[in-house]
């Protein structure tokens, strides 16, 4: 276990064989980022439909609208999965989750706001894995899906330390 910039414990190291996998499949992946990336969201809401609400821009939407066609959702959706993957291609290079320091902490207030608990950074690294596995069916291996997992888990260890750190923040402003 080595602690990163943030003071974050690194459990495994990022091999050199994970990063060519995930940089392949994101190679693959990047020319059609923005129909992959709104199936992800898809994805998230298939599997966990009470997630809807923990988006503002989602509820004024009515029930009725087709969400692949929320102009906010394909936005918002672009932004999350290119974030992902290129923070995921960065791993072994930096030894850290590669995002700006600011927007990590905009992540982890915006998360505390929403409620966003353990169980919904699942349902995410589920929807995440399976829509990698739609979009690169013929390199999908138990390798690369592992090789997602560990850099999904980076990710997801990272926003939820800055999570604590919003939540105190937010406690001692009381």
């Known amino acids: ?70 102009p906010k959702l394909k936005a918002h959706a672009v932004t999350v999965f290119v974030m992902a993957c290129e923070s995921a291609t960065q791993l072994r290079k930096t030894g850290d989750v590669k995002v700006r320091e600011a927007t990590l902490r905009r ?22 894995l399976d829509t990698i596995e739609g979009a690169v069916p013929e390199m999908w291996t138990p390798e690369m899906k592992a090789a997602w997992e560990e850099a ?10 800055e999570m604590k750190l919003a939540a105190a923040r937010c406690h001692n402003d009381k």
């Open 1 to 70: 276990i080595k602690k990163t910039r943030g003071g974050r414990e690194n459990q495994m190291a990022f091999s050199e064989a994970q990063e060519e996998l995930v940089l392949r499949s994101w190679k693959a992946m990047k020319p059609d980022s923005e129909s992959i990336a709104l199936k992800f969201f898809l994805r998230i809401f298939e599997i966990a439909p009470a997630a809807k609400p923990m988006f503002p821009f989602l509820r004024d939407a009515g029930e009725d609208a087709p969400l692949e066609s929320h």
């Open 107 to 128: 992540l982890g207030a915006t998360h505390v706001r929403a409620g966003v608990a353990d169980a919904h950074f699942e349902v995410v690294k589920t929807a995440l």
């Open 152 to 161: 999904y888990d980076q990710l997801a260890a990272a926003i939820k330390e």
